[in-house]
């Protein structure tokens, strides 16, 4: 069997015991898949250097072995907070309003993955497979082909890829996109996101998309699918039986005292729509005054990008706006919504969902969510909680039978809360198992084998 090199812009650490964090989705769904596999992950280890020196770091934890190598903080600027999170995802979440554009952020980010096919070449030896990760790293596959690397190259976006209509927006957006040319395989979340790449290929490039996933572009062909990511099912049934979840889903019972409790958790970022949720679910108390003090949002908003000013914003209007809601509508003995800036470990994570009666995910836009999936694996089948969902979230393509909501809706929102409290048992259980049974199928483990074996050119 190759060896697998996965290449992404953090590994993911461990964090020590009981220490809660934001650990993004795609750290999540990479240990699991890499703790089967032998191989390699490399990536940035966070850390800023003075001056780059390609000093490797390698270490082991939890059967994955990786290698990272620190950066210059100019690099961090232009490339992780620059080009990466104030140009591309923005961008990337059809958000042009936000998206910064800097020439001295494209040039950085061409830099470091300059930097990063340096260092990592020498570690890849011919017949491994080379699978890299996300918006960080697009132009990756194309230095290490101009660096001679014939092995089989795959790449795969946890991100949306945005309309062709939006992607000309961006400054050189051809030669970025000409950049992914080089993989052998490229992986997309959902249909969706694979439809608006083949659309900017045959628009912009005068390529030609085959209906088997072939994807002509002068003399290049690229194999281009769709590869949904799932959840490490097993291990987060363990997580979600251990305990320590059981300890958080009686100390969340507990307190929430006969209350229906409605969760939330996200990455603080714009893309999760959590100002939209705020006020679908303010809309609600206004119009469901028989429900007042019966039922409360615990939203779980751990901060991320905080160097991004962009995020700090959001959080103070987020601070604002919850501050508002509480003040309107809070009695003496309840308030509306929780709103928590901290990180949970996930035992503590599963064992609120399980707590919860109503899941509320309602990203503006959203690759994947792992947090809808996450919930529905965490709950009880003889009484299992509601999942409302928001229709722009790649997961909206298989959990059908999830209350899907337009989340730009304050109406929406409100609607469908109303209806999952009403919900008879029946339903939920029905509804459940559905959305149960593909999360438990299309798991990491298959997700990571289908495209693995795409890259092996099985697929
Ligand atoms: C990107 C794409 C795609 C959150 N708070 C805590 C915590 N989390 C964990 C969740 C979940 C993960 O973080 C978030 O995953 P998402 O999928 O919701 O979102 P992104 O971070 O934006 O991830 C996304 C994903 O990549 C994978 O491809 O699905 O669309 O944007 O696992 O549980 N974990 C812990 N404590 C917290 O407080 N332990």
């Given at each position: 069997m190759s060896r697998l090199i996965v290449i992404s812009n953090r590994v993911a650490a461990p964090k020590p015991e009981g220490e809660g964090g934001a650990q993004g989705g795609l750290a999540v769904a990479l240990s699991a898949a890499l703790r089967e596999y032998k191989g390699l992950w490399f990536g940035w280890s966070g850390r800023v250097t003075d001056a780059f020196t390609g000093h490797i770091d390698f270490a082991r934890h939890d059967g994955v072995a990786s290698a990272t190598i620190d950066l210059e903080a100019q690099d961090v600027d232009e490339y992780y907070n620059g080009y990466a999170n104030r140009t591309l995802w923005p961008l990337f979440h059809y958000r042009i309003d936000l998206a910064e554009y800097d020439r001295s952020f494209g040039s950085g980010y061409e830099r470091v993955n300059e930097r990063f096919a340096e260092t990592v070449q020498p570690l890849i030896d011919p017949d491994d497979l080379v699978w890299i990760h996300d918006y960080h790293l697009i132009p990756l596959g194309a230095q290490l082909r101009e660096r001679g690397l014939r092995n089989r190259i795959g790449f795969f976006l946890h991100i949306p890829w945005p309309p062709a209509r939006l992607l000309t927006s961006l400054p050189a957006h051809e030669r970025l996109v000409l950049s992914?040319?080089?993989?052998d395989v490229i992986g997309f979340q959902t249909p969706e996101w694979l439809e608006s790449f083949q659309n900017y290929v045959e628009r912009e490039l005068g390529g030609h998309c085959e209906a088997d996933g072939t994807v002509h572009v002068g003399d290049r062909s690229v194999h281009a699918a769709a590869y949904p990511i799932g959840i490490d099912y097993k291990e987060f049934q363990e997580a979600a039986a251990s305990a320590q979840a059981r300890e958080a889903c009686a100390r969340l019972t507990e307190s929430a005292a006969g209350r229906h409790t409605i969760i939330g958790v996200d990455r603080l970022d714009y893309s999760k729509g959590l100002a939209e949720r705020f006020e679908g679910y303010r809309r609600f108390l206004e119009d469901n005054g028989d429900c007042l003090g019966k039922l409360f949002l615990l939203q779980i908003a751990p901060p991320s990008r905080g160097e991004v000013h962009t995020y700090e914003a959001i959080r103070e209007s987020l601070d604002e706006l919850s501050g508002r809601i509480n003040g309107e509508f809070a009695e003496v003995d309840w308030v509306p919504i929780r709103y928590v800036n901290q990180g949970y470990g996930r035992e503590d994570l599963a064992g609120f969902y399980r707590a919860a009666k109503i899941a509320l995910v309602t990203p503006l836009r959203d690759g994947m969510n792992l947090v809808a999936k996450e919930y529905v694996a965490a709950q009880d089948p003889e009484d299992p909680g509601i999942l409302i969902l928001?229709?722009?979230?790649?997961?909206a393509l298989q959990l059908k039978d999830a209350l899907l909501v337009n989340p730009y809706s304050k109406e929406d929102i409100s609607d469908a809360i109303r209806r999952a409290i009403a919900m008879p048992k029946e339903e939920r259980i029905r509804r459940w198992r559905a959305m149960n049974a593909c999360v438990a199928e299309e798991d990491v483990v298959w997700w990571r084998r289908n495209f693995v074996a795409a890259l092996e050119g099985r697929g």
């Open positions: 992914l040319l080089a993989y928001s229709r722009f979230a790649g997961a």
